[in-house]
């Protein structure tokens, strides 16, 4: 079946740093990779998408890496600010239905 | 443009009630999906819903159910609640359905006792 899993539940940084989040899943057929934002007492919100067909795409002060060959999605985000700090998914998108990640909690301390 | 709106945000009841939630989408939307989200198993999907039909389905038992309505608004329904239903309903809209990023409500908080 479709699982999309993220490497660590918690990642820690330091205020001004690069901050990589890992995904990997596990259904070739996605059509669209998606990452989310979610804040406390908040629905998830939407960062940066890729399609299938493309390796990597930047947005503003976020990249989205794609590695098809080992299925491993990823999350860069520059020079990591407070607001930062959340819980991020990844999401694997097929034909209307989103599987999603467990989630990474990104903590930023200043 | 105001954005997807659950009701209601917080209830309790007990085993063996039901509860319907409610999601407005964004306007001009015709997709709504619907999700779990629970401290242990993260975000569950539970079905989508285009254009009144139901689209894509989750692996939730049957006590689970929905419905869209011509206007795009949607409702799901849970019978013979569980203590185990306790847990954030996300409601998402998107344009088409198939492609692009999913815009979601702030949820309805449903506590079981």
């Known amino acids: 079946g479709e699982s999309v899993g993220l490497h660590l539940p918690t990642l820690s940084v330091q205020e001004g740093d690069n901050s990589i989040i890992n995904c990997a899943y596990s259904?070739?057929?996605?059509?669209?990779f998606i990452w989310y934002k979610q804040e406390s007492g908040k629905g998830p919100q939407f960062i940066i998408d890729?399609?299938?067909?493309?390796d990597k795409r930047q947005g503003q002060r976020v990249t989205v890496l794609l590695n098809k060959t080992v299925k491993h999605l990823s999350l860069q985000i520059a020079a990591t600010q407070p607001g930062d700090s959340a819980v991020y998914f990844c999401?694997?998108?097929?034909?209307?239905?989103?599987?999603f990640g467990d989630g990474t909690t990104l903590t930023v301390k200043p | 443009k105001a954005g997807v709106t659950q009701t209601p945000r917080y209830l309790i009841k007990t085993r063996g009630q039901q509860v319907t939630l409610s999601c407005s989408p964004i306007?001009?939307?015709?997709?709504v999906s619907w999700y779990q989200q629970t401290p242990g198993q993260g975000l569950q999907f539970l079905f989508e819903?285009?254009?009144?039909?139901?689209?894509n389905k989750g692996n939730f038992p049957g006590r689970f159910s929905g419905r869209q309505f011509s206007n795009s608004r949607s409702e799901m329904n849970v019978s013979t609640l569980e203590l185990g239903d306790s847990a954030l309903y996300l409601c998402?809209?998107?344009?088409?359905?198939?492609?692009?990023?999913?815009?979601f409500g702030e949820g309805s908080r449903l506590t079981v006792l």
């Open positions: 999401a694997e998108r097929n034909a209307g239905k989103s599987t």
């Open positions: 259904n070739s057929a996605s059509d669209y």
């Open positions: 890729i399609r299938s067909n493309m």
């Open positions: 306007s001009g939307h015709r997709s």
């Open positions: 819903y285009f254009s009144e039909t139901q689209r």
């Open positions: 998402a809209s998107a344009l088409a359905g198939g492609a692009g990023e999913l815009f």
